[in-house]
T-cell receptor
Framework: KQEVTQIPAALSVPEGENLVLNCSFT??????LQWFRQDPGKGLTSLLLIQSSQREQTSGRLNASLDKSSGRSTLYIAASQPGDSATYLCAVRRTTSGTYKYIFGTGTRLKVLA | DAGVTQSPTHLIKTRGQQVTLRCSPKSGHDTVSWYQQALGQGPQFIFQYYEEEERQRGNFPDRFSGHQFPNYSSELNVNALLLGDSALYLCASSLVLTDTEAFFGQGTRLTVV
C-alpha cells in the first residue's frame, strides 16, 4: 500500500531564508509526483509536476526533485516571502486498472515571518 | 476557461441528513474525481467517474455515492451524515486520454452539527 509522508509537519522561518520541504513515498511505482499549495480553507494550487522519468522541475523560486529509487522528493523554495505562507502538499499519482488517483501526504504548514 | 467549479462553497447540515455537492469540470475534461480532506489531513480519494460510471472507489462507505451527467459534471451525495463527515470536499477533473494531471476546484466546506 502506497504511503506518503511529509517532514516537517510545520515550519516557521524568517523572510529571505531558503528552505527545503521533504516528501517520501513507500512504493516507487508511481506515474508522477506533484507538489501543491493550499491556503487555509481553500482548494489546491498545483506548483510543480514531475513525471516518473524526470529528475526535477523548476518554476521561478521553486525547484522540485524526484528520486524514485529512494522514494523521495524535495521542494526547494528560494528567498522565502511572507506570501509563501501556506500548507504544501505532496502527492503521488499512480494507476490501478487504468484509473489514476492521487495519494497525498499530510502536508507541511509553512509560515514565513516578515 | 473557468477551471473546475464547485458548489456550494459552504454548507451546514444536521446529523442524519443528506447532502449533495456539485462539480463542473474544466472545459474539455471528461473525468471527475472526488476527495475528502479532514482538518489537518491530506485529501483522501473517494471515487472517480468517467463515461457516467464509477471507475474506482476508495475506502469510503456506501453512504457516499456519486453521479456523472452527460455534460461531464458530477454530484457527490452523502446520506445519513455523521459528525465525522465534516470536511473539505474537493473535486478534480482530468482528461482520460492524456491523463498527466488533474485540476482541483476550490472545494465545498461541509460542517455537520
Amino acid at each position: 500500500k502506497q504511503e506518503v509522508t511529509q517532514i516537517p509537519a510545520a515550519l516557521s522561518v524568517p523572510e529571505g531564508e531558503n528552505l527545503v520541504l521533504n516528501c517520501s513515498f513507500t512504493d516507487s511505482a508511481i506515474y508522477n509526483l506533484q507538489w501543491f499549495r493550499q491556503d487555509p480553507g481553500k482548494g489546491l494550487t498545483s506548483l510543480l509536476l514531475i513525471q516518473s522519468s524526470q529528475r526535477e522541475q523548476t518554476s521561478g523560486r521553486l525547484n522540485a526533485s524526484l528520486d524514485k529509487s529512494s522514494g523521495r522528493s524535495t521542494l526547494y523554495i528560494a528567498a522565502s516571502q511572507p506570501g509563501d505562507s501556506a500548507t504544501y502538499l505532496c502527492a503521488v499519482r499512480r494507476t490501478t486498472s487504468g484509473t489514476y488517483k492521487y495519494i497525498f501526504g499530510t502536508g507541511t504548514r509553512l509560515k514565513v515571518l516578515a | 476557461d473557468a477551471g473546475v467549479t464547485q458548489s456550494p462553497t459552504h454548507l451546514i447540515k444536521t446529523r442524519g441528513q443528506q447532502v449533495t455537492l456539485r462539480c463542473s469540470p474544466k472545459s474539455g475534461h471528461d473525468t471527475v474525481s472526488w476527495y475528502q480532506q479532514a482538518l489537518g489531513q491530506g485529501p483522501q480519494f473517494i471515487f472517480q467517474y468517467y463515461e457516467e460510471e464509477e471507475r474506482q472507489r476508495g475506502n469510503f462507505p456506501d453512504r457516499f455515492s456519486g453521479h456523472q451527467f452527460p455534460n461531464y459534471s458530477s454530484e457527490l451525495n452523502v446520506n445519513a451524515l455523521l459528525l465525522g463527515d465534516s470536511a473539505l470536499y474537493l473535486c478534480a477533473s482530468s482528461l482520460v486520454l492524456t491523463d498527466t494531471e488533474a485540476f482541483f476546484g476550490q472545494g465545498t466546506r461541509l460542517t455537520v452539527v
